[in-house]
């Protein structure tokens, strides 16, 4: 840091756009460099462009809370969730990058007997799958947590259900790491490129337009997260997705207070502290559909109350600064992976709140697809079709204001 920066090299190539690619994946944020990394050293696939219209983790990538964990209780979520946090754990030694992957634990508190059901069912699930849980009783908590305002009348605190290996990642990292693995090894990473058309003929994807020129292409991946409806539409298509915004906020640092990812659950809150001691926090989506990532004022009260009931102690920090990212929602608010009725055109879309978990996996299943033609058996239920034959994951515990 003292250098002035001299010396130092460049993680990514800065490539003009080739006129033909094999694979062409649409997206610089977290799940497309993922899926371009895999694709070139899991399948030896290196004809493959990324187009991103601003600059590669400008999007949802670099704008989350950094939340990590492999708590769903529905199959489906659960195996998919299950092989990301796998991946988590070994992607400082795969792209030899520090991610800061930070496995300080999860607390997701239950505040009525049948919440506290569920979370014990969840649990169990967690377990069955493979994964770490235990239920905290409020004494157990109190240990853990001795800052929490255990007495409120409104939303007593019946206990926690802990996963030790959740936690938090640094996020802006995550995407450098792919970007410069998927670069190394023959991929063009091409910013200031938007796609603005999809070309299809007789059936069959041909390629895309863009604002650097059209380029061809064998297969394209739509990654665009909080713009997949409208990627979507370039191909005539309609998803089953909305897009909102959520918004985040950050204190100025503090000394060491807040060991791990705490969420409420009875509130729209949830709160970790960063490695430079800023409180991270967020809540719940803005509840209309919008593509303006920034926030407002209702949400940033109806947060902050939330946190000052569940723990009066921060009302002491200052807040610096909030910020917001387009969400793709889907009706069932679990994923989509899957080829589409276009021939060579998929999509990978409605991560919701909680694909930052998602990229080492969401990434890996999408290679998986591109190259082989098959589903990746971690990801088999992320059907398109779901939402016409009714086969929706609804894993309302795991997903909420947990992120
Ligand atoms: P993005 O980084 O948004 O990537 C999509 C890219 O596509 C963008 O860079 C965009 O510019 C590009 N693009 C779009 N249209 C075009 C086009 N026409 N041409 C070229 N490029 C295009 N998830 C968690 O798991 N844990 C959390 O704690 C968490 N907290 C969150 C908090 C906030 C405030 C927000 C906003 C999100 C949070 N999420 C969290 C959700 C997570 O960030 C997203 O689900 C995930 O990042 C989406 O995938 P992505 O990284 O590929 O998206």
Known sequence: GLTGNKGWTAHWRDPQPKPEYDIVIIGGGGHGLSCAHYLAK?????????????????????????????????????????????LWEGLEQDLNYNVMLSQRGIINLCHSDGQRDAFIRRGNAMVNQGDDAIFLTPDALQKMLPFLDYEQSRFPIFGGLYHPR????????????????????????????????????????????????????????????GRSSQLAEMAGMRLPVESHVLQAFVTEGLKPCIDHVISYGAGHFYISQSDKGGLVFGGDLDMYASYAARGNLPMVEHVAEAGMTLMPMI????????????????????????RTHIDGLHV?????????????????????????????????????????????????EATGSQH
């Open 42 to 86: 899991e399948h030896g696939i290196t004809n493959v462009a990324v187009l991103e219209k601003g600059y590669l983790g400008g999007g949802n990538v670099g704008r989350n809370t950094t939340i990590v964990r492999a708590n769903y209780g529905l199959s489906g979520n659960s195996e998919f969730y299950s092989h990301s946090l796998k």
């Open 166 to 225: 959740g936690g938090t990642a640094r996020h802006d990292a995550v995407a450098w790491g792919y970007a410069r693995g998927a670069s190394s090894r023959g991929v063009d990473l091409i910013q200031q490129c938007e796609v603005t058309g999809i070309d299809v003929s007789e059936g069959k994807v041909t390629g895309v337009q863009t604002t650097r020129g059209p380029i061809r292409a064998k297969k394209v991946a739509m990654m665009g997260a």
């Open 315 to 338: 009302g002491k920090a200052k807040m610096l600064r909030s910020w917001g990212g387009i969400m793709d929602m889907s009706s069932d608010g679990s994923p989509i992976i899957d």
């Open 348 to 396: 990978s879309c409605g991560w919701c709140y909680g694909g930052f978990k998602a990229v080492p996996a969401g990434g890996h299943v999408m290679a998986h697809l591109l190259a082989t033609g098959q589903h990746h058996p971690a990801a088999a239920k992320f059907r398109l079709d779901r939402f016409r034959s009714g086969r929706g994951i609804m894993d309302e």
